[in-house]
């Protein structure tokens, strides 16, 4: 390879792990366009959210500002996702609070610096898997589990925030405990906290629903109609700011959110204190993979929309390179949020810049606007959440996976119960465990049919299905499932229960759908092989693909066979159980599918 072409190489290579360098060489005047519109829309919505999801959190309002900076832009140089936006989100936001919660820490500051360092050790964890390409780790989280974890984060997320509805105290990380604070607490419900709250929690509904229409009505363009219905949260944290400031509800009791400090997010650094990293270490995997898995989800989404391609390993540096920006400029963990990158892909964002340009926009709200949310009231920001984190609860997922697989329902419903009785690390550390219990529960006992010729064709399907020929000599069980250490067993027992009925002298094994045999399914197959020969039984194979013949050729399994290697089922049949007169023909162990 000359100069020029080891350049090129290592141009490719630059650009694959720094995406900027690709789509910023074409970058033109319409995608700027496009994208400062979508980066206006997103940032008035995001304004609202970053104080009210650092509020969740158990933070000071301003490090949801700062976890919506820095992050923004990191994401924009590393990810690969033309429309995700990345900032606090709702799920994120209760992991921390719970992940920092169970510290145990009184002082203010050290919280803070916790939920830094929280962000790092996340931040830290996603950057390791997507260097070692472990983005398939995610995969081990079903959706169903994450539909059900989800759901029931959003009803606690809800039921938390009602406290600062009523203007009362209530604690608690399970939904019991919540709901038996709120009550023992309710009877000192602030009246004029309880007004503003309930009246921005309809205001925020209404606008979801009813605002774009009425604009549309109107006479306002498109356009111009779903940004003033995206800035609903703004007019009402502007309309009740006004109203606390103007009848001074601070001296009726209304929580307000007080000083925010005016500036750009300050330089800061994790504690590298072992016995803290010790204890968030656990709660930062657990944060990472859910993080993960929402973004994803969310990319791909949007991104098929448009026949783009998502690279889930450089995601994952992308998030990892989010997070540790959000430590080291006063943020907390983020991820991509779903409500915010659907709203900047219907927006018309056509690149990342869009999330830079939203970044500046946030930076010139904690610049100018500080100021003006001392008398913003703390159940303003509740309502906010309210009406967010509500659309994330779906109970369909119950009736769909009832209808279509009991063990997915099963899975579903634990892993909501367990949230909401025990709190959201448990119930993800329950969903992540129930989730591959799920697979290998699925895998470990395989569909096994056993199948015949359609006549007329050289189509074999399964017997209690179709009307197919057989041979009262030969069986042949169709393998439906990798073989591996968990269903070898299972397999074995099914296979010599079939041929204890009597009058079998071939057993063939279709392994059409086999990818993978491991080495203790290996091990089960030459004990098949000496037991069924002990009887007088032979064992062939037939249909194995390449690559999982490849490796039976490296031991001596193919060797002591007593029947043979077939390169279709249909030749097996020719040769064991003739059909139509067919000359037998046994194919060599080479004649692999």
């Not at 009210?52 to 923004?72: D, K, T, V």
């Not at 830094?116 to 780790?137: C, D, K, P, Q, Y």
């Not at 993080?291 to 990319?299: K, L, N, Q, R, T």
């Amino acid at each position: 390879m000359d100069k020029e072409q080891k350049m090129v190489a290592r141009g490719a290579a630059l650009r694959r792990y720094v995406p900027i360098l690709d789509w910023g060489a074409r970058y033109d005047n319409t995608a700027l366009t496009s994208d400062l519109v979508a980066a206006v829309i997103v940032t008035i919505m995001l304004i609202p959210q970053s104080l009210a999801y650092a509020l969740l959190a158990g933070l000071p309002a301003e490090m949801g500002l700062y976890a919506s900076i820095l992050p923004l832009l990191a994401y924009a140089i590393f990810g690969t996702s033309r429309a995700l936006a990345v900032g606090p989100v709702a799920v994120i936001s209760l992991m921390t609070a719970a992940a920092v919660g169970n510290l145990g820490l009184d002082n203010p500051a050290d919280y803070a610096a916790a939920a830094i360092t929280l962000a790092f050790l996340s931040g830290l964890i996603l950057m390791i898997m997507g260097v070692f390409r472990l983005g398939f780790l995610a995969n081990f989280l079903s959706h169903p589990v994450i539909a059900g974890f989800i759901t029931a984060s959003g009803l606690l997320i809800a039921t938390s925030q009602l406290k600062h509805i009523l203007g009362i105290d209530a604690y608690g990380h399970s939904l019991f405990d919540l709901i038996g604070s709120l009550f023992a607490h309710i009877t000192q419900t602030n009246l004029f906290t309880f007004v503003i709250g309930t009246a921005s929690v309809a205001f925020l509904f209404w606008v979801r629903k009813g605002l774009k229409p009425l604009l549309l009505l109107l006479g306002l363009g498109p356009r111009m109609a779903d940004i003033l219905a995206k800035a609903g949260p703004v007019g009402a944290v502007a309309v009740t700011t006004l109203i606390s400031w103007g009848f001074d509800l601070q001296s009726k009791g209304v929580a307000i959110v007080g000083d925010v400090p005016q500036g750009l997010p300050p330089l800061t650094f994790p504690r590298f204190d072992a016995d803290l990293w010790t204890s968030l270490l656990g709660s930062a995997l657990l944060i990472s993979i859910i993080g993960f898995v929402e973004s994803i989800s969310v990319a791909q989404t949007l991104a098929t929309k448009k026949r783009q391609r998502i690279v889930p390993d450089q995601e994952l540096v992308g998030l990892g390179a989010s997070n540790i920006a959000a430590a080291m400029s006063g943020g907390y963990p983020v991820t991509g949020g779903f409500a915010r990158s659907v709203v900047n892909f219907d927006a018309g964002a056509e690149t990342p810049a869009a999330g830079a340009f939203t970044a500046v926009g946030i930076a010139g709200a904690a610049l100018f606007l500080t100021p003006l949310l001392f008398f913003l009231p703390k159940a303003t920001l509740a309502a906010t959440i309210i009406v967010a984190v509500l659309s994330l609860v779906d109970f369909h997922i119950l009736k769909a996976t009832w209808d279509y697989h009991r063990a997915d329902f099963t899975a579903v419903l634990a892993t909501i119960l367990l949230t909401l009785g025990f709190g959201v690390e448990i119930g993800v550390s329950a969903g992540v465990i129930l989730s591959i219990v799920l697979y290998l529960y699925k895998t470990s006992r395989p569909h096994i049919a056993e199948v015949g010729l359609v006549p007329g064709t050289q189509h074999f399907r399964n017997i209690n299905r179709h009307k197919v020929l057989t041979h009262p000599e030969l069986v042949t069980l169709r393998l439906d499932e990798n073989l591996y250490f968990a269903n070898a067993r299972y397999i074995e027992d099914y296979l010599l229960a079939r041929v204890a009925k009597g009058g079998i002298k071939h057993v063939v094994l279709m392994c059409s759908a086999v990818n993978e045999i491991d080495l203790s399914a290996l091990e089960t197959l030459e004990d098949l092989n000496r037991q069924l020969g002990d009887a007088g039984i032979t064992l062939s194979l037939s249909e194995v693909k390449g690559p999982v013949m490849d490796r039976l050729m490296r031991t001596r399994f193919v060797e002591n066979l007593t029947g043979c290697v077939y390169l279709t089922q249909f030749a097996a049949m020719q040769a064991l159980g003739p059909v139509d007169g067919a000359v037998p023909i046994c194919a060599g162990p080479g004649d692999a599918a």
